[in-house]
């Protein structure tokens, strides 16, 4: 076989290596071990100097060592970074490696391949618009290390223009699969993607809270099929904390017992009753498995399990970006009767703490003994005290609510609902702390709701009799704007959610016009969710219901076959396969155009006439076209006959259109 | 690279048969859909298994964009199998002339080509023959030499000419077996006399003036022509190359004396093939000397005379002599 001949890699081709190198490991920063990134350096540094000329190949041996070396330290941290981390890095150090040690081309094939599956791990964390286009480029980049190989001694750009045109003529036939290829459900489990958790926590204690407040990232996005409820109906419930020993506020363990078994479980709640809003919420990867929803919520998606304290929970971690759809039931209650455990477990306090709050809840419970006029009194009261609402509280000490309540005077959400909560038990009524986030910015062109963690909040749940769990946010009752119009209606956003990031574009919201543009990308950003990353098989049925109008096997083959051998006929167009028209042609068909009709007038061309004879001939039997007639067939012949040059075929060929018209009219 | 590929005798007669119906032999060819045949490479087979792997891939994590790679990887190598095709397609190969050889000798087609368009790394080469690689085919007319290893004197033909190409990707392996009609007479392989003709190769000038003489000065050249590439390097003119003239080939004066005569019964009874190649050696000797001769081989018989023409000639008909030896002496 004649496969290889040639087996030197061309300078043409090293350095394009060392580009599609750099363009494929730069976007995988945030996977790679420290260790990696140090030997995917020396590996990058190696290479530079191999093709300046100041370095020799590495030996065998050293390679060897090199990726024994890192083998065996991936191995023993593999725990701590997770089954799929590892393999990402073992495969960025298989690639690093091979890189330094590349001799023939069919090494570059393999660091090519390794790199296309490089690209596709980046996808794994990666799946904005901005970064599809960056690992399109440097998809496009390691498409051009195969064309150096044919392309020894041609300039870069023609390289690049080649490596381009590939994929560009490419992609329409990839969006055509990818529109009409079935979306199967996933094959088999996989290694999941482990990371730091963003957003909420298991876990609040005061300062928690306050942290998200920082943060101007999007937590996740809601569109609703009617139009969403009002501000201060945006409870979304994320977690319920049940547990208090003083400092921080807990899950049950009951509850973590079930989010651990959930796998192997069939969700236990029934749907409730009513009319429910219908609405699809597309997660942002949190890493975490609680989902959103609005009171009561209810998912059929069989990926959720509906949890007995009425919150959505996810099966598998969150890890990219994640659609699901929820029917909120608004008015239904939720566990209209309580069991005996729960409402013990709702009562409890640790003992001897804040005891200042302790004897302001007998008093409470003295001067109100009806348990809702009790609250609706707390309420008030935390409304007519001199209460602040604050994102940067002053400190408490260990008797946390008391110095809250009576010393400072000033708090965020997770104060005041801590110490709604703990003082309505004192007072037994069975409550809790829920925490999730309230409000959402409504995108007007898309018409959805954004939701980001600086809007996190905790409120409180009470469960009365008759009615199950009622929501109760004292924040409302000390400033109310916070609940009717949001968060940033309250406070300032350079001094909370964009202290820490000065780059975000949420800055841009002072600037009307700038801010129209955020708007725009923003619904740009969520067209991308909901059509390409989010692109299911309901999506795909309704796309080609909409393209084909009811799709049918014939409809469908037909559709393809007709999109396919178009696709095939541009490309075959653009590679300069087709050429519709040979020169002259169209001119010859309007002259003889011109003989026919000159023929029906009893001038017929003769088989063997020259069309100069013609000419004469025509000249002499009608001389009130000679003229026209004569330059018509001059230039018929010189643009048939004669080598011009472009333009001057262009000029003639205009003339001779020109006299064509003429002397049809006076045909 | 040798082949280790043989196809079965009779399938590979079809085959053959099929090939010359479909690409009949001609001189010059036009590369076209009847001419190029196109199937993927072990490289391409390794890409639909790593688009294979991304879409399962992708699919396990629910992940569209990883899916949206495989399928734009899928349909690269799509486009590719056209670019394939136009890399070979349009492409006019035409054969000219071959260099003089001798049997033993790695002889050199000259093929000519030219393309419409560009079209890059070309491989050409004859069935178990080295590779010729071609780095770009403009629409300027290039000739390069293949080369094809030959043992045989007589009528040699190359067998089909293979030309592939693997452009842009390396994903799919395009390819033609074009018959250029390009059949050569390559002569016996030049042995020395050591008989009667023997004197030949002696220095002395002033030998054996019956024998057909020539004038001194036999060493003055009559001029200079250019060099035929693949012709022997023994009559370059190396100086004139290294004086920056380019390459020629020295010829020389026309002798003048009486002919000479020699016939395959010159030589004592050895095989038929080394009597040839010693006629052969001989024949090279006398017209480098510029001497007349006349060649008798058999029934056949060449009238002296001399010039590069006479030469010819005399070294066809010695490479055309039919293996088997005639019953006559």
């Known amino acids: ?667 | 690279m040798v082949s280790n590929r043989r196809k079965p005798g009779k399938l590979k007669q079809w085959f053959n048969q099929w090939l010359n119906s479909r690409l009949p032999a001609a001189t010059k060819v036009t590369l076209a859909h009847r001419s190029v045949f196109i199937l993927p490479s072990g490289f391409g087979l390794l890409w639909l298994t790593l688009v294979l792997l991304l879409f399962l891939f992708g699919t396990n994590y629910q992940n569209n964009l990883v899916i949206g790679l495989s399928l734009l990887l899928l349909s690269v190598f799509n486009t590719c199998i056209i670019y394939s095709y136009r890399n070979l397609a349009g492409m006019t190969i035409s054969s000219t002339l071959s260099p003089q050889a001798y049997a033993g000798d790695t002889l050199v087609f000259p093929v000519r080509l030219y393309a419409s368009q560009p079209q890059y790394e070309v491989l050409l080469n004859y069935p178990n023959n080295q590779i010729k690689v071609i780095k770009k085919v403009t629409n300027e007319a290039s000739t390069s030499l293949i080369p094809f290893i030959n043992e045989r004197r007589g009528r040699v033909s190359p067998g089909r000419l293979k030309i592939e190409s693997r452009y842009p990707l390396g994903l799919c392996r395009a390819w033609s077996h074009v018959d250029l009609d390009n059949e050569h007479i390559v002569y016996a392989a030049p042995l020395e006399a050591n008989e009667r003709l023997s004197h030949l190769d002696s220095e002395q000038d002033y030998v054996a003036d019956d024998q057909g003489g020539h004038i001194p000065g036999v060493d003055e050249f009559k001029g200079l022509r250019q060099h035929i590439p693949g012709e022997s390097l023994k009559q370059v003119a190396w100086k004139q190359l290294a004086q920056g003239r380019g390459m020629l080939t020295k010829e020389f004066q026309q002798p003048q004396g009486e002919p000479q005569w020699l016939s395959l019964t010159d030589f004592s009874p050895t095989s038929l093939e080394s009597r040839l190649s010693q006629l052969t050696h001989s024949v090279d000797r006398l017209s480098e000397k510029g001497q007349i001769f006349g060649l008798q081989l058999g029934e056949r018989t060449i009238q002296p005379a001399d010039g590069e023409a006479h030469r010819i000639s005399c070294l066809q008909a010695l490479a055309l002599v039919p293996a088997k030896p005639e019953t006559r002496t």
């Not at chain 1, 090519?112 to 596709?120: D, K, N, Q």
């Not at chain 1, 109760?472 to 009752?477: C, E, I, L, N």
């Not at chain 1, 202290?499 to 975000?504: A, E, G, H, K, Q």
């Not at chain 1, 003229?627 to 001779?656: D, R, V």
Request: with cysteine; net charge positive; proline share 5%.
């Open chain 1, 1 to 667: 076989m004649s496969s290889e001949h040639s087996e030197i890699i061309s300078r043409h081709s090293l350095l394009w290596l060392l580009l599609a190198n750099v363009a494929i490991l730069l976007p995988l920063y945030e996977k790679l071990t420290p260790w990696t990134m140090a030997i995917c350096g020396i590996c990058l540094l190696w290479r530079l100097g191999i093709f300046i000329g100041k370095v020799a190949k590495p030996p065998r041996y050293l390679v060897t060592l090199l990726a024994l070396g890192s083998a065996i330290t991936l191995a023993l941290i593999i725990n701590s970074i997770g089954l799929l981390n590892g393999l990402i890095n073992l495969l960025v150090l298989g690639y690093a490696l091979k890189y330094i040690e590349m001799r023939k081309r069919r090494d570059v094939r393999t660091v090519v391949l390794v790199g296309y599956f490089l690209i596709a791990l980046t996808f794994i964390n990666q799946q904005s618009i901005i970064y599809t286009l960056i690992l399109g480029l440097v998809t496009t980049i390691n498409t051009c290390v195969l064309v150096s190989l044919y392309h020894e001694g041609n300039k870069l750009k023609e390289t690049a223009l080649m490596g381009s045109k590939l994929i560009i003529q490419s992609l329409p036939l990839a969006a055509l699969l990818f529109i009409v290829l079935p979306k199967l459900p996933p094959l088999w489990m996989v290694p999941q993607n482990s990371s730091a958790t963003t957003g909420l926590s298991d876990q609040v204690s005061f300062g928690d809270i306050e942290k998200l407040t920082r943060s101007a990232s999007l937590a996740f996005r809601a569109e609703f099929d009617r139009s969403p409820p009002t501000n201060h109906l945006l409870y979304w419930r994320a977690l319920v904390m049940e547990d208090y020993n003083g400092k921080v506020w807990t899950q049950h363990k009951s509850i973590k017992q079930i989010e651990k078994d959930v796998q192997f479980t069939v969700s236990g709640r029934a749907r409730p009753l009513g009319n429910p809003v219908n609405y699809s919420v597309i997660a942002e990867p949190s890493y975490q498995n609680w989902l959103y929803g609005l009171d009561v919520a209810f998912s059929d998606d069989s990926n959720i399990s509906n949890l007995p304290d009425y919150r959505l929970y996810a099966k598998r971690s969150v890890d990219q970006q994640y659609r699901y759809r929820v029917q909120s039931y608004l008015k239904s209650p939720m566990s209209p009767v309580l069991d005996d455990k729960v409402k013990q477990i709702n009562l409890s306090l640790p003992e001897a703490s804040n005891l200042k709050t302790q004897a302001f809840a007998n008093q409470l419970m003295q001067e109100y003994p009806d348990p809702l006029q009790r609250l609706n009194a707390l309420m008030n009261y935390f409304n007519q005290g001199d209460y602040f609402y604050t994102l940067s509280p002053p400190r408490v000490g260990p008797q946390q609510i008391d110095d809250f309540l009576f010393e400072n005077k000033a708090g965020f959400c997770v104060h005041y609902a801590s110490a709604f909560t703990f003082i309505a038990r004192k007072t037994g009524i069975p409550t809790r702390l829920v925490t999730g986030y309230q409000g959402g910015e409504w995108n007007q062109q898309a018409g959805y709701l954004s939701v980001y963690q600086y809007m996190a909040h905790a409120w409180a749940e009470v469960w009365l009799e008759g009615k199950g769990w009622v929501r109760f946010d004292p924040t409302a009752m000390i400033a109310p704007q916070r609940v009717l119009e949001g968060f940033d209606a309250i406070f300032q956003p350079e001094s909370s959610y964009l202290l820490d990031s000065p780059f975000s574009p949420l800055r841009l919201r002072e600037f009307p016009l700038l801010n129209k543009l955020r708007l725009s990308l923003a619904s740009m950003d969520y067209y991308w969710s909901v059509w390409v990353l989010g692109f299911d098989s309901n999506k795909q049925q309704r796309v080609l219901q909409k393209l084909l109008g009811g799709v049918t096997k014939q409809k469908m083959s037909l559709f393809m076959l007709i999109a396919i051998s178009l696709i095939g006929l541009t490309i075959a167009y653009s590679a300069g396969l087709l050429t519709f028209r040979q020169r002259g042609e169209q001119h010859a068909t309007k002259y003889t155009q011109i003989c026919n009709k000159l023929s029906g007038k009893g001038l017929e061309r003769r088989l063997d006439e020259g069309p100069l004879d013609y000419g004469k001939r025509v000249e002499l039997a009608m001389p009130s076209l000679a003229n026209e007639f004569a330059l018509f067939t001059q230039y018929y012949i010189a643009l048939k006959y004669q080598p011009l040059t472009k333009e001057g075929q262009k000029k003639i060929s205009k003339l001779f259109l020109r006299l064509f018209k003429q002397i049809k009219k006076k045909l």
